[in-house]
């Protein structure tokens, strides 16, 4: 069974960083792109970033570009975030999802964690 | 980017009705377009991929079609676990994009 455990969200103020991780079962791992997807409270779902396999190629939504970093470490089975210089609006819902290629729809998703921004 | 708009936003609906919801594609997206349901307090779950693929596991009543700019979910005979809000997705080009949604009521 494919599984996603997302952790590290929480409470941060404006300005200051916090690493997501996600934990990756189920599933040979260095197989798949990996994305995050994030959804602000109450509203819809926004693409963040994607990592191929090898980590080779990254790709990111403009509002994070140069704040956000994807990685992972296919030893670990793990997928990370880190987010530096954080915003209001990067206040979200952070969802760890599995994607079925480059550039391509999510097939399986993590529960998420929670990131609040604000003083 | 690509803009996707769905309607409705909201429809009410009661047990065993059809359900149609839309998707527009600002533009041209082939059939590089795919639905998700989420439940309240749940993550998104596939529904359909490229338009009108089915996924393994997801009951027969949801079907997708379209192509091109104009997409479509079903939902045949709605039952009332499928009370949620419904994304579309294109993967057709980067940003990735989703419609705004669609919050089904029963």
């Known amino acids: 069974e494919v599984q996603l455990v997302e952790s590290g969200g929480g409470l941060v103020q404006p300005g200051g960083s916090l690493r997501l991780s996600c934990a990756a079962s189920?599933?040979?791992?260095?197989?798949?792109?990996m994305s995050w997807v994030r959804q602000a409270p109450g509203k819809g779902l926004e693409w963040v970033a994607n990592?191929?396999?090898?980590?080779?190629?990254?790709y990111y939504v403009d509002s994070v570009k140069g704040r956000f970093t994807i990685s992972r470490d296919n030893v670990k089975n793990s997928l990370y975030l880190q987010m530096n210089s954080l915003r209001v609006e990067d206040a979200a819902v952070y969802y760890c999802?599995?994607?079925?290629?480059?550039?391509?729809?999510?097939?399986?998703w993590g529960q998420g964690t929670l990131v609040t921004v604000s003083s | 980017e690509i803009v996707l708009t769905q309607s409705p936003d909201f429809q009410s609906v009661t047990p065993k009705e059809k359900v149609t919801i839309t998707c527009r594609a600002s533009q041209n997206i082939g059939n590089t377009l795919h639905w998700y349901q989420q439940k309240p307090n749940q993550s998104p779950k596939l529904l359909i991929k490229y338009a009108s693929q089915s996924i393994s596991g997801v009951p027969s009543r949801f079907s997708g079609s379209g192509s091109g700019t104009d997409f479509t979910l079903t939902i045949n005979s709605l039952e009332a676990e499928d009370a949620a809000t419904y994304y579309c997705?294109?993967?057709?080009?980067?940003?990735?994009?989703f419609g705004g949604g669609t919050e089904v009521e029963i």
């Open positions: 990592i191929k396999q090898d980590g080779s190629e990254k």
């Open positions: 189920g599933f040979t791992f260095s197989n798949y792109w």
């Open positions: 999802t599995r994607v079925c290629g480059g550039i391509c729809y999510s097939d399986y």
């Open positions: 997705h294109q993967s057709s080009t980067l940003p990735l994009t």
